[in-house]
Every structure is written in structure tokens, then in C-alpha cells.
């Protein structure tokens, strides 16, 4: 029996999508192909974010440091500081990220 609760990372097929939203927090997954890059700086102006690698290793600019991050491993990102990540290893890279608060409209799929 499925529990309208939980999701699986495992059904998703976006590179990107939103999980759940609460009032004051966010979950969402990336999987990144190798090679992939998430595109341009960003930064979340109001939210902090968690990013756990799950999978896979992935290698972040944060403001003006670099740091790679594997399997098992998280980085924190305070808000309002720019950053991008890229896969720069072999196979797909899944990470796991929590927002606090919702930087994303709930529901967000790229």
C-alpha cells in the first residue's frame, strides 16, 4: 500500500523536482547526468539550503569557494550567497536538499 506521505526518489524523472512544501520548509531532489552542470549562478535570497549527496559526487562553487561533495556527504548554502554545481564524475549524481524556507514554487519540475 502506497503512504500518500513518502515519495521516492527512485520514481522521479526530472532533473529537478520540488518533493513537498511546507510553511517554513522546502525538499526537493537534483539528479545531474554526467557532465551536467544546474545551469547559471543562483542564489535564494530568504533560504538556506542542505544539499546531501545521495549519489555520485558533485563539485559546487559557493560565492567564492569551490568544495566537492560524494556520496554521504552535505554542504550548506546560506541564503543570498550564489551557487551552481556540476557532475564532474562518472555516472549519475542524485542529491537530496532541504530549503528553509521555500525558495520554489511547490511542485517545480525542470
Known sequence: MSNPLAHDIAKKESWFEVLTTTERSQVAMMRLAEGQVTGESEDHPESDQVLLVLDGCVTGTIGENE????????VVIPAGVKHQFRNHGQGEAV?????AVPAYP???KD
Open 106 to 108: 511547490p511542485g517545480t
Open 95 to 99: 542529491t537530496f536538499n532541504v530549503y
Open 67 to 74: 568544495v566537492t561533495v560524494c556520496t554521504g556527504q552535505f
